[in-house]
DNA sequence: TGAACTGTATTATATAGATTAGTACAATTA
DNA sequence: TAATTGTACTAATCTATATAATACAGTTCA
């Protein structure tokens, strides 16, 4: 179900973090959820179960799923997760648009850039 | 003149690659300038040559910049300098807005976002 | 109770990228 | 020629990433 590009420079840890994430977005996940074990989890896609962990720790620290020893690991409840979501995803939106700011890039020009790329067809 | 943040989880390459590129895009530097040399530059900013050089190695793959030995580096011809400046920055908008997208947060919300961003006083 | 599952922690190892250090060479300039 | 420029190369160090292996504590259920 989850693909990871393992060649990628971007760590698998933050790729699994991603797509948990979107599952989540997109309501494939629901609050209260439970996710794979870090041990199954981790087998399944062919990784070490550390890295899963590593996921899991993270994506807790953010208020985006929490764990319980013996229990397991779960989505959120829907009040958390809808705010962090959205200021995880906005924050790097609000990153780069600072970047092409500094640099003179002018205002309607980015936002021209956001609707093309809502525009495109979805890659899901 | 130009600070580095060595602590920062950024490369200090890529830290020195934008500053350029924001030096370039609100015209304290101009086409066909020239930079600082490799080894003064080192000096000036307290890291190593190689480090200078990668950045202008880098910077002048993407066509920001020109280096001919013996003479130095410098910044590309305005016609050049535009187009790689805005593509390079307005791709990261539009791969953070994609991220957005895939995890379900709305057009009008992104927009937003970078609205504010713009309205903000500058911090330069 | 005990077996099988959960998350968590720890140590060790391997690898890749970033950075520094030092040296060397070719082209340009004065 | 001397001093500068960019460029190339090797080596050493450091950090982040990822794997491997083991151990421990809490939960579940037969």
């Known amino acids: 179900?989850?693909?990871?590009?393992?060649?990628?420079?971007?760590?698998?840890?933050?790729?699994l973090k991603h797509k948990i994430c979107e599952l989540a977005a997109i309501g494939q996940l629901r609050p209260n959820d439970q996710l794979p074990s870090v041990r199954n989890f981790a087998r399944d896609l062919g990784i070490n179960p550390n890295t899963v962990q590593k996921a899991y720790q993270e994506l807790e620290r953010e208020g985006i799923i929490y764990s319980v020893t013996g229990k397991g690991s779960f989505l959120s409840?829907?009040?958390?997760l809808d705010a962090q979501l959205?200021?995880?995803?906005?924050?790097?939106i609000a990153q780069a648009t600072a970047l092409a700011k500094?640099?003179?890039?002018?205002?309607?020009?980015?936002?021209d850039t956001v609707r093309?790329?809502?525009?495109e067809e979805s890659q899901l």
Not at 1 to 15: A, N
Not at 116 to 119: A, Q, T
């Open 102 to 111: 500094q640099c003179g890039i002018r205002e309607q020009v980015v936002v």
């Open 86 to 92: 959205h200021q995880k995803y906005l924050q790097r």
């Open 116 to 119: 093309k790329v809502y525009e």
């Open 1 to 15: 179900m989850i693909k990871l590009d393992l060649q990628s420079r971007t760590p698998i840890y933050e790729q």
């Open 77 to 80: 409840s829907e009040l958390d």
